[in-house]
């Protein structure tokens, strides 16, 4: 019999092997312990197979192997959580495995390093109620699966078999716990990891959407929305429960999987056609995370394809999908009732003066968290027309805080998500946008227009998965703050930027933005792209993001093939220079990681001018005033106690590679002859800009000949000088004169005090304002300053 059996297992494994091809959900671990236990959940000779296939392909223990615990020899290493017990052969909590009441009873158990690792094996996955039947059926869902379901789903979806592993239980770690109740505390807790794996896979059953829609129209808060309406406005208490009903039904999302099967393939193509790859970092860091967390995705907005590649990216990797906040104006006709059966929900750009509307979207985001969904949205609001990270947008941040405050059964965490493109698939209608033309507005038949991209070639695309936020962590941590959305919009804003990502087109554009004519010698930008390439790799340990591994002429042969730069050759050498389309689109490229180089930047302003030593101390003190104000703006991270330090460490960088003296912590520029000096002065050009806008403000408070009584006038003004800059001195940034730059630099002069505006709206300013004026003759241009200063 026993032979029988064993054959019988052989021929389902080759089988399986020869049909299925099982992925492992998020990224695969580097190794497991030697003494691993793995544990399914209920007796599946097929689940078993499929186990034995991905542990034989990445070189783990092999279940069907014996395993030695102390003085007693198992012959597998494998165990079925929940042993069948009675004539029908039902999976209760009242019998447990034999094997595991074995190794429980081990005496030797406790000096034992053997690891539970519990594992979950999804064949085929429905995120919620089908309407196709045959698809319902046979669907992994929160039932168990039948021998027939998983026969069907290794013909029809053999490519959606997910194994995953989840946190492991080591045995030294419960064998403290009373004999007698020993087996059932182990039962529970793997128990409880194996749901939590099959939650963090394909969410928690959720309701049909009539069903879900009843429950938030009859919510307290709706009801007193709707009654609210009623009193104020006299209207039939009846309208207004259908407007409330219409209102649940455009907002919520109808998940369907077989759409997303659809989906996933055309775009699987989609992407094959356009990318030369796709690359991800830091899945780890959030696939135990999903077991024990309720996460919110928040990623960057920068293109149409955001969404749409993160959600393919969790759905190949095994994990639950989100659901999606998108703007109404994406619900369009067929567009937008795929988007929504791919988890999107709906919502209006503005719903102040609508207090129903706003009752009823609050619940529904309520009612997704309380279950365990997942949830996506951009708090930058929309897509970035400057390749800035945009100022974030608070209405979804408060409304989780406030939920959060409700009560959730689990706790959130914010997964900030960096995606990085070599070429944008919206850059004609963005470079059209910089240049002053009106937004497009989308349509249905951007979707033929958008046929004719596969065509092109747009490089490749990088999805970085930032470190996670935990909300409960970071109020425990974080000061009160007058308005806590805004402070963690500014943390998750940083957090994006922390895991960028540096690709060849960012360095070209970092380098050639900062040329006189937006051109240079070939020797030159290879010379300049491995400095920045060297700085940026010098302590890689010391920052998040990522940096090509391609050197300086590898760099530049990469974006001269994907069209981004153009050569001229002459007598004494070749010349790079950037075509008119190409100039303003290296922008939105440069801005998309300035914030990486914004520190030894600045330091390079304050010194490749100065021909007299110049004290480390002093420097640390004016980068002290000048930098929160840089990293206000580029969302990066800001300098405050011993993170000064990191002023110090890019000093022995800059040092190092030769582009600064240090004796006695006295600090020079190299001669001005040098090559080293030319680097420095490229270098310092990175956030000239930044510092010419601030400038100007700064100049307008300090010069008591202008006219400026309020907030507004200072933001109107400054603005205006801008444009006027930008016109004389040829400045090829056409967000250089954007007018929520200026209005966030005033704001954060007020709230940091530089400058008090009273009750009546009136400004004045601290001697400090005088001070940085001086200060900048030694920074900004002599012609550049009169210019501001004529007005």
Known sequence: MLGLRNLGYRIARSVIR???????????PEQLPPATVFVLPTRSLSDLAVLDIVCNGHGWPDPLSNIEIGDQLEDRRFLFLNRPTGWLRRNTMRTYSRRLVRILASTSAASSSVEFIP??????????????????????????????????????????????????LRLADVVDADESH?????????????????????????????????????????????????????????????????????????MSYPTIIVLARLLQMFWHRIYDGVEIRGLERIVGLAQTHTLVYVPSHRSHVDYLLLSYLLFQHGLMLPHIAAGDNLNLPVVGGLLRRGGAFFMRRSFRDDPVYAAVFSEYLYQVYRRGHCVEFFPEGGRTRTGRLLPARVGLLKMTLEHAERGLPRPLAFVPVYVGYEKLIEAASYRDELKGSEKQKESVFDIFRSLRLIRQDFGRVEVNFGQPLRLDQWRATEPCHDDPASALGRQILVRINQAASVNPINLVALVMLCTPRLSIEERMLVDQVNCYLDLLRWDSNAHDFNVTKLNGKEVID??????????????????????????????????????????????????????????????????????????????AESLEGSQLDAVDRWIEHLAHFGLLHVADDHLLPPPVAS??????????????????????????????????????????????????????????????????LFNSFVDKLIDDGVVQETHDGQLSHSEIVTDVMRASERVIDAQYRYAILRG
């Open 182 to 254: 020993r087996v059932r505390k182990v039962a529970r807790i793997l128990r409880v990891r194996l749901r939590n794996l099959k939650v963090a896979t394909f969410g928690p059953d959720f309701s049909h959407r009539r069903t879900l829609v009843d429950q938030i129209v009859a919510s307290r808060s709706v009801q007193e929305a709707i009654d609210a309406e009623v009193s104020a406005n006299d209207i039939d208490v009846k309208k207004v429960q259908k407007l409330a009903r219409k209102a649940a039904l455009t907002i919520a999302s109808n």
């Open 119 to 168: 594992v979950q094996i999804f064949w085929g996955r429905a995120t919620n109620r089908e309407r196709s039947i045959l698809r319902l059926f046979f669907s992994e869902n929160w039932a168990a699966t039948s021998r027939l379901k998983r026969f069907v789903n290794l013909l029809i979806s053999r490519h959606h078999i997910v194994v995953n592993f989840g946190e492991g």
């Open 675 to 740: 090559r080293e000096h030319y680097r420095l002065h490229l270098l310092s050009s990175v956030v000239m800009q930044t510092l010419e806008r601030l400038y100007i403000v700064i100049s307008l408070l300090a010069n008591p000949d202008n006219a400026i009584h309020t907030r507004a006038e200072l933001q109107e003004q400054s603005q205006r000088v801008a444009r006027k800059m930008s016109r004389l001195y040829d400045i090829n940034a056409p967000e250089f004169f954007d007018q929520r």
């Open 558 to 635: 990469y974006v001269m093939n994907l069209g981004m730069l153009n050569k001229d050759q002459d007598d004494f050498g070749d010349v790079y220079y950037l075509a008119p389309f190409s100039a303003v689109l290296m922008t939105w490229y440069r801005n998309n990681v300035a914030h990486v180089l914004a520190l030894p930047s600045l330091i390079s302003c304050l010194l490749v001018s100065r021909r007299r030593p110049f004290h480390r101390s002093s420097l640390k003190r004016m980068i002290a005033v000048v930098y929160p104000y840089l990293a206000n703006e580029l969302h």
């Open 18 to 28: 020869w049909i299925a091809r099982p992925r492992i959900a998020g990224e695969p």
